[in-house]
C-alpha cells in the first residue's frame, strides 16, 4: 500500500472514532467490560451494562446489536440509549455485547453469504458466552429476562431463541435479518433461515417491520414470518406502516417508542415482568430542536460543504453510512464532529465538533437533510 494512503487512511479512522468518541455516562450506572466467547480461539467481547442504583438483583434486557454500512471496526459501541433508558427506569440491568469483530471486540466478523441460518447461528454463539457470563453476575436476576435485537442482532437473537437460557422469558426482533444480495436469491435464504429457526424456538417472539423498511420490506417479512410460524415458532409479527424516511431504524429514534413499548410492556406483564417507573431520573432531557433545512446543498455533495479539510470530508463520508437519527457539525476553524442514536444526536455532534475548536460549531445536516446556514 501506498505510504501516504495508508496514513491517510489510518487518520480517518482515528477522526471517526474521535469524532463520535463515547464516554461512559456515569449517571446512568454504565459500565464496559470484556467477556471470552466460546471459539476455539476465544477472544475479548466489548460489552456495555448499564445498573440501577442498588445491588439488584435486577431484571435483566441483553440486546444486540445490528451491523452499520461500511467496515465492521468502525462502528461504534452500541449502547441503545432510548431502549435502555425505558429499561432502566424501570429497574433492569441492560447489557449490550459487541459480537466478534464489530468495534473494539477481537476476532474478526463472520463472513456473510447465502447461509444466513448459519450466519445467525455464528452470532448467536458470542451470546451464549454473553448470557454465561450475566448469569454469574450477583446483580442479575437469572429467572426475569428477555433478550432483543435490531437488524443483524434480530436474526442473531431468534437463533438464541433455538437454546436460550431458562430464565429467558421471550425476545423482540425489530427489523431483523441480513441481505446479501451478490450470487444468491438472499429473500429465499432469509425466509429458510426463520424457517430452520422456528423450528427450533423454545420462546415466543415479537417481531416489529415497517412498511417503508429498506432492507427487510412487506413483500420479504411476511412469507418468512409465516415459515417461520409454520414450522412451530411462536411470533406476533407487528407490521406498523411506515416511519419516517426508513422504517428499519425505528428502535434506535426517540419516536419508535410509541411503536413498540406498548406492546413490550403488555409482553413483560404477562410474563410477570415488572413495568412500573421506579427510577424516573434515568429518563431523558430535553432535546435540541431540529433546525428546519436549508438548500444549500444536496445531503451527499460533499464538495459543497464548507471549511473542511480533506480529513473531514473523509470524516462526513463516515457520518453518510451511520443509521438515522444522526448530525453532523462543523465550525468555521475546520473543526468537525457527528453522533447517531441516542437522546440527543444533534447536541452530542455539536459537543463532539466543539471538543475541537475553539470557534463556535454549528449543526450542518440531521437525519437526511441539509440543515446549514452559511
Partial sequence: MNFKIFIGA???VLWANLAQAQVPVANLGESIVSIKNNRLFAVNLETTVFKPEGDGPFPVVII????SLGNNRLQGRERAIVATRQ???RGYAVVLPMRQGF????GAAVGEGCNIAGNGDAQADDIHAVMKWTVQ???ADTQKMIMMGQSHGGLTTLAYAQDPHPGIQFVVNFAGGLKYTQGCQWELALKDAFSAYGK????DSLWFYGANDSFFPPQVIKPAHQAYVDAGGKAELKAFGAFGSDAHGMFANPDGLAIWWPSVETKLLQHGMPT???FPQYGAAGKTPKPEPTQWADLKEIDRIPH???GGRKGYGVFLMRPLPRAFALSGSGAWGWANGGDDPLASALNNCQKNSKSPCLLYAVDEQVVWKP
Avoid: D, R, T, Y
Fill in 137 to 139: 453476575q450477583p446483580w
Fill in 87 to 89: 429499561f432502566l427506569q
Fill in 10 to 12: 489510518m487518520f480517518v
Fill in 276 to 278: 412500573a417507573l421506579i
Fill in 64 to 67: 444486540n446489536h445490528g451491523k
Fill in 103 to 106: 468495534s473494539n471486540s477481537g
Fill in 200 to 203: 427450533k424456538a423454545k420462546v
Fill in 308 to 310: 473542511l479539510k480533506e
